[in-house]
Nanobody, 114 residues
Framework: QVQLVESGGGLVQAGGSLRLSCAAT????????MGWYRQAPGKQRELVAR???????YYADSVKGRFTIARDNARKTVDLQMNSLKPEDTAVYYC????????WGQGTQVTVSS
């Protein structure tokens, strides 16, 4: 059974930093990409950052230059370093791992106070 275990959310003041981590356990198979999404209250879930098996990355325009995604293929982990956080970054952040299937974490709350 595949599980994604997330950690690292919390409350931080604007301008601060947080690091989210996600570990995949179980027989997940070949990973195509790993990423982080977020969903703010009343809004649709959106892609924040994604990293592919070859190492290429994608970032939403709203986080470029502030967030950095990194993965460890051997450990099956993906981290999201979030710097210069803004109140509009407040959301529940979800880890996603893509094989031929997509797996989702349970979500971790990030709250940025002004």
């Amino acid at each position: 059974q595949v599980q994604l275990v997330e950690s690292g959310g919390g409350l931080v003041q604007a301008g601060g930093s947080l690091r989210l981590s996600c570990a995949a356990t179980g027989s997940i198979g070949l990973i195509v990409s790993m990423g982080w999404y977020r969903q703010a209250p009343g809004k649709q879930r959106e892609l924040v950052a994604r990293i592919f098996s070859g190492g290429s990355t994608y970032y939403a325009d709203s986080v470029k230059g502030r967030f950095t995604i990194a993965r460890d293929n051997a450990r099956k982990t993906v981290d999201l370093q979030m710097n210069s956080l803004k109140p509009e970054d407040t959301a529940v952040y979800y880890c996603m791992v893509q094989t031929p299937l997509s797996y989702w974490g349970q979500g971790t709350q990030v709250t940025v106070s002004s």
